[in-house]
């Protein structure tokens, strides 16, 4: 046997032997929220870095996660500056502890990684260390917020069906609104164990939104025997645009104008509908995520 062949059957005996490896146990925090939306320019990264200092001032202890790979906008949002991310913890530069900046009202913030595909390569002794490095995280995060980038790619799809909610962002707009059914659409067909919900972002006003998101929850009921539950929205704010010019969240540069008022009320109905209804599942969110990753 060449040496050739004999390196292909020592990577095919390896890659068998993690595959019979149990599954790799983990703390993880409380809740895990992914937001995510069917196509850029509907406000997610917005709604998502607000809604996480909404959580902190209503006492929680949140970490988010920007995944969105190709456009993050969490640390400009936030006025962070990031010197590592994600890839220099995969690749074992940096100790995630060093990685991790701290924002706005104790928000802690983990900067997007082009480098998180390769989780999917790692063998299982290299995921335990990283995964055991998030678990020692689970004590002191009560909420994990991951913002995904926008769309279906593998990754978005991956986040998505790892984390136990999902909010997906959408305008009134009909191709934002056709573009969030698409991504719904997709998440029915993969049959993901995840609880789904809407947020309505840049409505004209109440009844616009509730429309769009009543007309939503019908739609996915209706055509693919889909529950998801309409959370709320956020109105449309000159606020917003100036306190995104200034790098500043809205909730804190303009806490009385009407997006503000909104986003709060969002966060308060989220936080009064957990109840620890939803599952646990026996594996933690990393190794849930490699999992989707590995079998696309």
Not at 112 to 132: K, R
Not at 265 to 291: I, Q, Y
Request: aromatic fraction near 6%; glycine fraction near 8%.
């Amino acid at each position: 046997m060449s040496g050739v062949d004999q390196a292909t059957k020592l990577r095919e005996l390896i890659k068998q032997k993690e595959e019979t490896l149990p599954p790799i146990e983990t703390r993880e925090p409380s809740r895990i929220i992914a937001v995510t939306s069917g196509k850029g320019g509907v406000g997610k990264s917005n709604i998502a870095s607000n809604l996480a200092i909404a959580f902190a001032q209503a006492g929680k202890r949140v970490l988010i996660i920007d995944a969105d790979l190709s456009l993050a906008n969490v640390d400009i949002l936030l006025d962070v500056h990031p010197r590592f991310n994600l890839s220099h913890v995969i690749f074992g530069e940096r100790k995630l502890e060093e990685v991790l900046v701290e924002g706005p009202e104790g928000v802690r913030i983990l900067p997007a990684s082009s480098g998180v595909t390769e989780l999917a390569n790692l063998g299982h002794a290299q995921l335990e260390g990283l995964i055991n490095q998030f678990s020692d995280l689970a004590d002191e995060t009560d909420i994990l917020i991951i913002d995904t980038a926008a769309g279906i790619s593998e990754n978005v799809l991956a986040f998505v069906a790892a984390a136990r909610e999902a909010l997906v962002v959408t305008t009134p707009e009909p191709t934002a609104y056709t573009d969030a059914y698409a991504m719904l659409k997709v998440l029915s067909t993969r049959q993901v164990e995840v609880q789904l919900g809407l947020v309505v972002n840049m409505a004209g006003d109440e009844r616009e939104a509730a429309q769009a998101g009543e007309n939503m929850v019908l739609v996915c009921r209706q055509f693919m025997n889909m529950g998801i539950r309409y959370w709320g929205h956020v109105l449309k704010d000159p606020d917003v645009g100036a306190a995104i010019r200034r790098q500043e969240p809205f909730i804190l540069y303009a806490p009385h104008c009407h997006a503000s008022r909104c986003l709060r009320t969002l966060a308060a109905n989220l936080l009064e509908s957990h109840n620890g209804s939803v599952p646990r599942p026996r594996k933690g969110f990393w190794s849930r995520f490699v999992e989707h990753l590995r079998i696309k």
